[in-house]
């Protein structure tokens, strides 16, 4: 069965360091999605992305944050100067797009855990 | 956005029927999900309802839906050690809502399978 894969699965890095965390979408899928997961907190929407271009963002996807579809089949999220309050669990998703706006079941990766010392 | 609500922590004996019930904030959602999480990886879509339904079985998982009080469930049949994780509740925001296709997730609600 088709999945996402995400790259890495753990990532240490300095604050003020740049991060870029790497997601495989399913193949066929037209809507990519970054969520994050706080340590003991709710999963929280970042960005979506269709048609090579951001549709919807959240307060938390600030200047820091971008997004990419550098090739036919990797979406990445880029970090460019990690806080403290970054480390988080970062899920990728995607889904289907093929069937106007319903039955858009969102499928996750299995998350790059991000740590920032 | 506003808060899903759900129990933070339920501990069932196997074999038991497990219970964990959540309140969505729109009672226009279109789709509720449940997803599962185990220790130390991602997030597994266990099940969905659409908002028309009232009730969906799925071998040993029950969904059901109260779109009056906004209230869904999703109910375990005897419950394996295998099934503890978080699981967590998320409404897809109605069509007129400003939320695109944003999942709102509730906390997750801890499940303990004790033998």
């Known amino acids: 069965e088709p999945e996402v894969t995400q790259t890495p699965s753990h990532q240490v890095t300095q604050m003020g360091q740049e991060v870029i965390l790497r997601c495989v979408p399913i193949s066929n899928h037209l809507y990519f999605y970054w969520y994050r997961q706080i340590l003991g907190q709710k999963v929280e929407f970042l960005v979506s992305?269709?048609?090579?271009?951001?549709?919807?963002k959240s307060e938390i996807f600030d200047d820091q944050f971008s997004v990419e579809r550098p090739d036919g089949s990797n979406f990445t999220l880029k970090i460019r100067s990690t806080k403290l309050e970054d480390s988080a669990m970062y899920f990728c998703?995607?889904?289907?797009?093929?069937?106007?706006?319903?039955?858009?079941?969102?499928?996750f990766g299995p998350g790059t855990r991000l740590l920032v010392l | 956005g506003e808060d899903v609500e759900q129990s933070l922590f339920l501990s069932v004996r196997e074999g038991d029927s497990s219970v964990i019930n959540c309140t969505y904030t729109d009672s226009s959602s279109t789709y509720l999900y449940w997803y599962k999480q185990e220790p130390g990886a991602g997030l597994q879509l266990l099940t969905y309802?659409?908002?028309?339904?009232d009730m969906k079985q799925d071998q040993r998982l029950t969904v059901l839906l109260n779109k009056k009080d906004k209230h869904l469930s999703l109910r375990i049949a005897d419950t394996q050690t295998g099934d503890s994780a978080i699981y967590f509740c998320a409404e897809f925001p109605p069509t007129n809502s400003n939320s695109g296709y944003a999942l709102n997730f509730g906390k997750g609600t801890s499940l303990l399978v004790t033998p």
């Open positions: 992305f269709y048609n090579n271009e951001i549709s919807e």
């Open positions: 998703a995607s889904s289907p797009g093929t069937s106007g706006r319903y039955q858009e079941t969102q499928y």
């Open positions: 309802i659409f908002s028309n339904m």
